[in-house]
């Protein structure tokens, strides 16, 4: 009989549906008989959602261009010494 | 937005050409994520400079760019392997093995939150904001989460970054950073769960 303590230790691995079926199904009864439970994996679904839509941070486009030259350049000075 | 690093197949025919405009917006859109991997294998102090060699091995391997990988996955790895180098050059192991969170922090928490008998001692936190698109509303939150990201151990941070902002397949992570199945999954798990629990302070507090 899976405990709450379980459920929060495999929450990952019952969302990423990597559980073995024996223990898919223990999990998913655990769920039916446990409010709190449900809401913890609710509140993980919703958390991964959020994760899974955070903005990612680009840098300027000047900022990008400057630092995309310097390695450009110092690729083909490398380039360069090699051939000499 | 979804988080995840996207390239149109016109941008990535531009870059495999190796035309500098096209490789300047991949470091516009891309750079700062590499940095946060780097930072998460080899340390923040060595991030900037391991990024340096990586994205001259981008820049020299474009052309022979196939395509069997995704663009991101291939750019992960290079970085990837420029922290194993460089780490090597400095007499560091890479340490992603381990699975063990060195802080305690899950087990505070499990302490906290549950009986003996192992059932939970109370209720879920209230949210406030009660939807993925009501917590990406709140700014504060994000740069609380993008903060409490950087404090991941590194290896979970790792994990983190690949699974849940760029959103690779676990095969993919697992060869990125060649870890098993079940490594990764613990090391994903227990990133998950710090990463709840800041969001359940900001959802009851009102604070980071």
Partial sequence: MLKCRDISLHTSDYLEKSLPANQRLAFAFHLLMCGRC????RHMEKAIATFNELEPTEMSRDDAEVLGEVIVAKASDAENRKSE | MPSALTFPPELITRLRNQEQAAFNALVQKSHFRLLGFAGSIAGKELAEDIMQDAWIAIWRGLPGFE???????????????ECAARLKKEGRMVLLQESADRSGQLEDWMQERFHEDGHWNESQPHWTMNTPE?????????????????????????????RELEQLPLDEVCNILDLSHSNVRVLLHRARLRLLQVIDHYQVSGEC
């Fill in chain 1, 38 to 41: 449900r809401d913890f994996v």
């Fill in chain 2, 134 to 162: 009501a917590m990406l509303e709140e700014q504060e939150l994000q740069d609380c989460i993008d903060k409490n990201i950087i404090k991941l151990q590194k290896s979970q941070q790792s994990v983190f970054r690949l």
């Fill in chain 2, 67 to 81: 395509g069997r990988a995704s663009l991101t996955t291939w750019l992960y790895t290079i970085v990837r392997n």
